[in-house]
């Protein structure tokens, strides 16, 4: 019979390959230094290979052991999708469940989603991860997150998709603004002003930019900002105009803001959409949270 490579093994050179760090790899998998070493020469052993260059400056793995963390990965992957379905089978949405979600809904959004979630799911415990879509489907993809929330289009490979609803994309401006006048703003009445958007990586600045049906900036681009917020505090104080979710309006453009907010012709919007892995044990569970959280997105609707 084969040896085979157990998944404590496989767990510490997962480990070993994102710390990079004998010392800060035990501690992410509650072991000892000395515990994780014996553990991760025995899987060398076993496999009658190196998969680790040690040296005093730094851990690396080798080609072959970069080849082997790869199916390391999906083994674990596959073991805790086993052990969900089981546990889904006793009690469905309960217990902990990671969610990504994307800052320009999470900030908007996941509020709204945490009044109610205690009622409609009294066992679940929801943790959750803000970031940008590619580190958010780099983190599905390791087994790190269960699920995720984010904006379409946009590209997820192989992953399954459920889309919960559309969230318009509209104009800001100063309440002053000669814009500020009109129901729906054209593309070339954008083209004539300073535009303020999300620097790249941000996938509402894509979103922003097929709103205006461009398929890049103008040389009307002011400026990119690392966030909605700091963009729609420079549109106040008068340095241009910037696009934002529909979802953003009611905590955004408030009496005090000084903003305003208009929708654009043809009412372009983006899809919020929960992710998850093709193949996920918990996708029936998936479909139920997402069925909720879409009954929330349909409450949170704000009239421009």
């Known amino acids: 019979m084969t040896n085979l490579p157990s998944l404590q093994q ?3 050179l997962a480990a070993l390959a994102e710390h990079q760090h004998f010392s800060r790899a035990a501690t992410a998998c509650h072991v000892t230094q000395s515990t994780l070493s014996a553990g991760l020469q025995e899987l060398e052993q076993r496999l009658g290979v190196s998969l680790v260059e040690r040296s005093h400056r730094r851990v690396l793995l080798t080609p072959l ?3 082997i963390l790869v199916r390391g990965r999906r083994l674990l992957r596959d073991a805790e999708d086993l052990t969900e379905l089981a546990r889904a089978a006793r009690e469905p949405l309960s217990g902990p469940l990671r969610l990504g979600v994307i800052p320009t809904i999470g ?3 996941i509020p709204a989603v945490m009044r109610g979630l205690a009622a409609a799911f ?3 415990k929801l943790y959750l991860r803000e970031e940008q879509s590619d580190p ?3 983190k599905l993809d390791r087994g790190q997150l269960d699920l995720l929330l984010i904006a379409l289009p946009y590209d997820t490979g192989e992953l399954e998709t459920m889309a919960l609803g559309e969230d318009h994309i509209l104009a800001a401006m100063p309440a002053r603004h000669r814009l500020a006048r009109s129901r729906q703003i054209g593309r070339e009445e954008l083209s004539r002003e300073p535009l303020l958007l999300m620097e790249d990586g941000h996938c509402l600045r894509s979103h922003a930019l097929r709103a205006c049906r461009l398929g890049k900036a103008g040389d009307n681009e002011e400026f990119q900002g690392t966030s909605l917020r700091t963009l729609l505090q420079m549109t106040a104080g008068g340095l241009g105009v ?7 309006v009611a905590s955004e453009i408030t009496p005090g803001s000084g903003l305003v907010a208009r929708r654009l012709v043809g009412d372009p919007s983006r899809s919020i959409a929960l992710a998850w892995r093709r193949g996920c044990a918990r996708k029936q569970e998936f479909r ?3 069925r909720y959280l879409k009954s929330v997105l349909d409450g949170t609707k704000s009239p421009v």
């Not at 910037?242 to 953003?248: G, N």
Request: aromatic fraction near 16%; charged fraction near 20%; hydrophobic fraction near 50%.
């Open 242 to 248: 910037t696009l934002l979710p529909e979802m953003a």
């Open 65 to 67: 052991g970069g080849e």
């Open 10 to 12: 496989l767990r510490f």
């Open 107 to 109: 900030a908007y959004f």
């Open 288 to 290: 139920s949270f997402g």
């Open 136 to 138: 958010l489907l780099e």
């Open 122 to 124: 009294p066992r679940l």
